[in-house]
């Protein structure tokens, strides 16, 4: 009988434990992360909609390029016919059917220009999608910082409640003074003034973070900020300036200015029309059809178009120019971005290991002899503060090397969405 009891709860002990490892689990799958907010940012942004449509217009004048003119139908009446025959009335005795002919390759030059056209829209969503991620970047990255500071801001007052619980026993046991016991005071309601601000700030940040990626989320669940991100080689980095989203479209724009050259040249002169009439006349005594048909063509005898041509080569010229002028801004930046990102990680890691351990070890020895009645309560207000403090600059340090990381990928095109890359191995924070 006892037996089976035990059976029965180690079955509803193990139930608990997966229910509890399935929640911890869905847990870990609601934790926001960059890629999650950036994927989360790419699907709402209005901004990155209105690029797809832009496309899709593009689309439709790819498909519209290459069509031809339609043909026009003329009907015509008069009252001559009645005249003729003395019958009188008006009749219907006019139809014509007329139709241009693109002789000149028009067509062809404008299907080529729609299609660099598309082009240049199809690799402007990629480099809007690199402004969109930058801009989730900021404000995940600065999201973490704000909760870090936080929970920082909420550490220091618990050992701002221990100190001042400490000084107590220590005043009633006549080993402090009660000046330096209100020291304590003093040290104990700055923690708790620490913590308004970081509650400010953070809250700030959740309204950003809400409004970006448009969720209800009041206290987001985030990965935690604690480490550099990996450093990618520049050679690899500037390798791929090739393929970067903004200089393709700004490629593809020379390409449409120089087909637009080619659409001007073809519009030189219009394109001839051929007509085909069936009419009815008076011929012989009787009423007669009568069929004509002939060729029109328009003489360039004053306009040949010599002003629109040169005007689309300047422009084809300048769109040229905006290239190079372009290529050179993104592969400065590109060194720049990488230059500032290899100085902050040595940075933070020197100021981890030359700052951050031994405050945080001072700290703790301070700690425990303020407890022991051997530390005076300035050496510890002193260590207290260098501790937390090097802390929040540590903190800060790791948001400005993935804000970094962050305009290093866009700086060089690389998606984070795109295929993992060694390049930029732990930027999935």
């Known amino acids: 009988m006892s037996r089976g009891i035990f059976e029965r709860a180690a079955?509803?002990?193990?139930?608990?434990?997966?229910?509890?490892?399935?929640?911890?689990?869905?847990?870990?799958?609601?934790?926001w992360t960059l890629e999650s907010t950036v994927q989360r940012v790419l699907k709402e942004a209005?901004?990155?909609?209105?690029?797809?449509?832009?496309?899709?217009?593009?689309?439709?004048g790819l498909r519209q390029a290459g069509v031809w003119p339609n043909p026009t139908v003329e009907f015509g009446a008069s009252n001559a016919l009645g005249k003729e025959d003395g019958q009188g009335g008006t009749d219907l005795n006019q139809f014509t059917v007329r139709q241009q002919l693109p002789l000149s390759g028009r067509l062809g030059s404008q299907r080529k220009q729609a299609n660099a056209h598309l082009k240049q829209v199809e690799a402007e969503v990629g480099q809007q999608s690199l402004v969109l991620e930058y801009e989730?970047?900021?404000?995940?990255?600065?999201?973490?910082?704000?909760?870090?500071?936080?929970?920082?801001?909420e550490q220091r007052l618990q050992s701002a409640d221990e100190f001042q619980r400490i000084g107590l026993r220590r005043e009633q046991a006549g080993d402090l003074s009660r000046l330096e016991r209100l020291r304590l005071d003093v040290?104990?309601?700055?923690?708790?003034?620490?913590?308004?601000t970081a509650e400010g700030?953070?809250?700030?940040?959740?309204?950003?973070?809400?409004?970006?990626?448009?969720?209800?989320?009041?206290?987001?669940?985030?990965?935690?900020?604690?480490?550099?991100?990996?450093?990618?080689?520049?050679?690899?980095?500037?390798?791929?300036?090739?393929?970067?989203?903004?200089?393709?479209?700004?490629r593809q724009g020379v390409e449409t200015a120089r087909h637009a050259v080619e659409v001007t040249r073809a519009n030189r002169f219009a394109d001839p029309e051929i007509w085909l009439a069936r009419e009815q006349d008076f011929l012989g005594g009787s009423r007669q059809?009568?069929?004509?048909?002939?060729?029109?063509?328009?003489?360039?005898?004053?306009?040949?178009?010599?002003?629109?041509?040169?005007?689309?080569?300047?422009?084809?010229?300048?769109?040229?120019?905006?290239?190079?002028?372009?290529?050179?801004q993104i592969g400065n930046r590109l060194r720049l971005n990488h230059l500032h990102l290899a100085h902050l990680i040595e940075q933070t890691q020197e100021y981890r290991t030359n700052v951050l351990e031994p405050a945080e070890e001072i700290?703790?020895?301070?700690?425990?002899?303020?407890?022991?009645?051997?530390?005076?309560?300035?050496?510890?207000?002193?260590?207290?503060?260098?501790?937390?403090?090097?802390?929040s600059q540590y903190l800060e340090l790791l948001q400005q090397c993935w804000l970094e990381a962050a305009g290093l990928r866009r700086a060089a095109g690389v998606s984070l969405l795109a295929a993992p890359s060694p390049a930029f191995e732990g930027s999935q924070q």
């Open 11 to 31: 079955v509803v002990v193990c139930c608990f434990v997966l229910i509890l490892e399935s929640g911890g689990v869905a847990a870990q799958s609601d934790m």
């Open 46 to 60: 209005p901004e990155r909609r209105a690029a797809d449509a832009e496309v899709k217009a593009r689309q439709g």
């Open 136 to 153: 989730a970047a900021q404000v995940f990255h600065g999201l973490q910082l704000r909760r870090a500071q936080l929970t920082l801001a």
């Open 187 to 196: 040290v104990r309601e700055s923690a708790s003034q620490l913590i308004a």
């Open 201 to 250: 700030e953070y809250r700030e940040s959740i309204s950003d973070f809400q409004t970006l990626l448009n969720v209800a989320e009041t206290d987001p669940k985030l990965a935690v900020l604690e480490q550099t991100p990996t450093l990618a080689a520049l050679t690899g980095l500037e390798a791929r300036m090739e393929v970067h989203p903004a200089l393709v479209a700004a």
């Open 289 to 328: 059809d009568v069929t004509a048909f002939g060729v029109a063509v328009t003489v360039p005898l004053w306009d040949r178009g010599s002003g629109n041509i040169d005007a689309a080569q300047a422009t084809q010229q300048k769109a040229q120019f905006e290239v190079d002028a372009l290529q050179r």
């Open 363 to 391: 700290y703790q020895l301070s700690r425990k002899g303020f407890a022991a009645g051997e530390m005076e309560i300035l050496v510890l207000i002193d260590a207290v503060d260098t501790y937390f403090e090097a802390r």
